[in-house]
C-alpha cells in the first residue's frame, strides 16, 4: 500500500472516531410516552446519586417505583408504601441531605399524611396525617433553607401554601394563594391542583394544573410571585402546556435537570377519552426566555431530541 494511501486511511479513522461520539449523541431520541404502561400518573421525580427515582400514582393502594438514568428508560421497581383503604393519589418526594431520610408525602382519601425511608427504593413507614380534607402535597425547600408545603384544600380545589418548621411539623397558618378563576381552569369543572415550585433568578414559579383531571382539555399553567408564601400572579399566556398534535389531557407533574442541567417536565397524558383515567407517563422540555417567561410543550408519537443522561453532560 503507498504512503499516501496510508496517510488517507489514517485520516478517515481519525475523522470517524472523532465524529462518531458526537452524531450518536445527535440522534439520540425519545418518543411519548416514555412509560407506556396504563396507569401510572402524577408523577413525582427526584435524583439521586446519579439516578431518577419516579413514584406516580399506580394501583389506587399503593406507590411503585421507577428508577432511570436518562429521563427516556425506566425500569419499575418494588412496590414503597401500601396503604389499608382505597384512594391513593398524588406522591411527593423530598430527599433530606442533613437527615439523609427521605419523606413521601401521600393523599389517601382526601387526606395527605407522610411516610419515611432511609432509601429512595425501601419501605417508606407512615408517620401520620399532616392535612385534612386535602390533596396533591409538595414539598419546597428554599435555598435559605427554609421549608413550605404546597397542597391543594377541597373542597374548591384551593392551592395552599404551609410554612413547615421541619418536614414533619407544621408552622404559622397555611394561606390560600390560587383559586380556579381562568377559563381554560373551569372547562371541565373549577380546578386547580397538583402544585410544583420552580425557582429561577429570585422569582418563584408555582406550575399547577386545570380544570378536570380526567378530562381532555387538561392543562398547565403557573403563577409567580418574590415570596414563596405569595402573593402570586398568574401568567396571562397560560396554560403553557395543553392538549394538541395529538397530545391529549397533559398536566400533573413535575420538573427535574438533565445531565446539562435542562429542565424537564415529566407529566401524565391521557391515552385517549375511551375512559377517564387510561393515562400514561411522558416527558418534554421547560425553558425559560430572557424575558423570565416558563415555557412549555406535550408531545406524544413522534421522536423527539432527547435529555442529557446524567452524567454526560458536557
Not at 425500569?75 to 391513593?88: I, M, Q, S
Not at 392535612?131 to 384551593?158: C, E, M, N, Q, S
Not at 425557582?199 to 382539555?217: E, F, I, M, P, Q
Request: a neutral charge.
Amino acid at each position: 500500500m503507498k504512503p499516501y494511501t496510508i496517510r488517507i486511511l489514517a485520516v478517515l479513522f481519525l475523522l470517524i472516531v472523532f465524529f462518531a461520539p458526537l452524531g450518536a449523541r445527535a440522534e439520540r431520541t425519545y418518543t411519548n410516552p416514555v412509560i407506556d404502561e396504563i396507569g401510572p400518573a402524577d408523577p413525582s421525580v427526584i435524583l439521586f446519586e446519579g439516578k431518577y427515582y419516579l413514584y406516580p400514582t399506580g394501583d389506587n393502594r399503593s406507590y411503585h417505583v421507577y428508577t432511570s438514568t436518562d429521563l427516556v428508560h425506566w425500569t419499575k421497581g418494588p412496590r414503597v408504601f401500601l396503604a389499608d383503604e382505597n384512594n391513593v393519589w398524588a406522591p411527593d418526594v423530598f430527599y433530606h441531605e442533613g437527615e439523609k431520610k427521605f419523606y413521601l408525602y401521600y393523599t389517601v382519601n382526601r387526606r395527605i399524611g407522610v411516610a419515611v425511608s432511609d432509601r429512595p427504593d425501601g419501605t417508606f413507614a407512615d408517620r401520620g396525617t399532616l392535612v385534612a380534607g386535602a390533596i396533591d402535597a409538595h414539598l419546597f425547600r428554599d435555598d435559605d433553607g427554609r421549608y413550605y408545603l404546597y397542597y391543594v384544600k377541597l373542597p374548591g380545589f384551593r392551592i395552599t401554601v404551609q410554612r413547615m418548621k421541619t418536614p414533619l411539623v407544621a408552622q404559622r397558618e397555611p394561606v390560600e394563594i390560587i383559586t380556579p378563576t381562568e377559563p381554560w381552569e373551569k372547562i371541565r369543572g373549577a380546578v386547580t391542583e397538583g402544585p410544583w415550585m420552580v425557582k429561577h433568578r429570585g422569582v418563584y414559579y408555582l406550575l399547577y394544573s386545570g380544570t378536570a383531571a380526567s378530562s381532555l382539555d387538561y392543562a398547565i399553567g403557573y403563577a409567580t410571585a418574590t415570596d414563596p408564601m405569595g402573593p402570586f400572579t398568574k401568567h396571562p399566556g397560560n396554560p403553557i402546556v395543553q392538549r394538541g398534535n395529538g397530545a391529549l389531557g397533559p398536566g400533573h407533574g413535575c420538573v427535574v435537570e438533565d445531565g446539562e442541567g435542562k429542565l424537564w417536565s415529566v407529566y401524565h397524558q391521557q391515552k385517549d377519552d375511551s375512559q377517564p383515567w387510561n393515562r400514561f407517563i411522558c416527558i418534554d422540555p421547560m425553558w425559560f426566555d430572557a424575558n423570565g417567561i416558563l415555557h412549555g410543550k406535550a408531545t406524544r408519537g413522534m421522536p423527539e431530541p432527547a435529555p442529557t443522561a446524567v452524567g454526560a453532560g458536557s
